[in-house]
Every structure is written in C-alpha cells, then in structure tokens.
C-alpha cells in the first residue's frame, strides 16, 4: 500500500535495459587469435630443433653415480653448510649435524621472528630486530650456498 501511494497518479515506471557492450565474440575471433600465436610458437620451436639438434649423450647407467652431484636449488644451502661442518659431537656423527642443524636454525628462525620482534608496525625502518634478522639469515644462505 505504501508503494502505491508514493506513485503519481498516471505516472508509468520506466523499464531500463541493460547496456550492451559491442565488441568481438570470444568465438571465433579471439580463438582464431590465439591459436596463431601457438602456430607461430610452435613453428619456431621446430626452427631452431631442426637447426639446433640435440646431440646424444651417453645411455643412461643406474649404477653410474656422476660427479659431481648437487642437490637442489633450494638445497644448496644446506649442501654448503654439511661441506663446512667436519665435527662429530658425541655420538651424533657430523653429517647428521651438517644437515639438521641449518634447517633446524633457518626455519626456527622464520618461526621466531613474530615472536621475537613484536612491533606492530609495517615499516621497515622501524622493524630494526627484524630486518637484522633478516639480513643475518639471508647474509648465511648466501655464504653456504656460494
């Protein structure tokens, strides 16, 4: 009842259609586009095959260890700091410690960091504690992966 008494007497409501927007179909015309620049793409992957072959290296020997052998990009780290550590501590042998002891101090520190620098605030400036631990473990991967 409320909605009809606000209306003007003989006033119609006005029926708004949606504007459209005129563009280009997805079908064909981006399609059509698409799949020539993968035409292209592929076409110069054959090019430079067929100019540059990829020459045979010996078959495949599983018991054949080459050398030398490097572990993951991620990894180098860890690989870096097991070279560094020769000491055995008391029945743990040294490279047990040479692995756990840089994942255990790497990722013990990014945990920690939240608890150890408790400034609310987003500006690195102001973050010293941080942005010193930052630098510290960055400055160590560096150096062990190097």
Do not use: Q
């Not at 949606?18 to 799949?35: A, I, K």
């Not at 052998?69 to 180098?76: A, R, T, V």
């Not at 102001?126 to 631990?133: D, Q």
């Amino acid at each position: 009842m409320a909605i009809a008494e606000n209306k003007k007497y003989g006033e119609e409501e006005k029926k708004t259609e949606p504007v459209r927007v005129r563009g280009l179909p997805f079908f064909p015309h981006f399609v059509l586009r698409e799949v020539v620049v993968m035409c292209i793409v592929a076409g110069f992957l054959l090019i430079l095959a067929s100019v540059y072959p990829a020459s045979l290296l010996k078959p495949a020997d599983p018991f054949d260890t080459p050398s030398p052998i490097y572990p993951e990009w991620y990894f180098l780290y860890v690989f870096g700091f097991l070279k560094f550590w020769i000491y055995d501590v008391g029945p743990i042998p040294a490279k047990i410690i040479g692995v756990t002891l840089p994942m255990v101090l790497w990722y013990g520190l990014l945990i920690l960091v939240p608890f150890i620098d408790r400034n609310p605030s987003t500006d690195i400036r102001t973050r010293k504690v941080a942005v010193t631990l930052g630098i510290i473990a960055l400055l160590g991967v560096l150096y062990f992966t190097y």
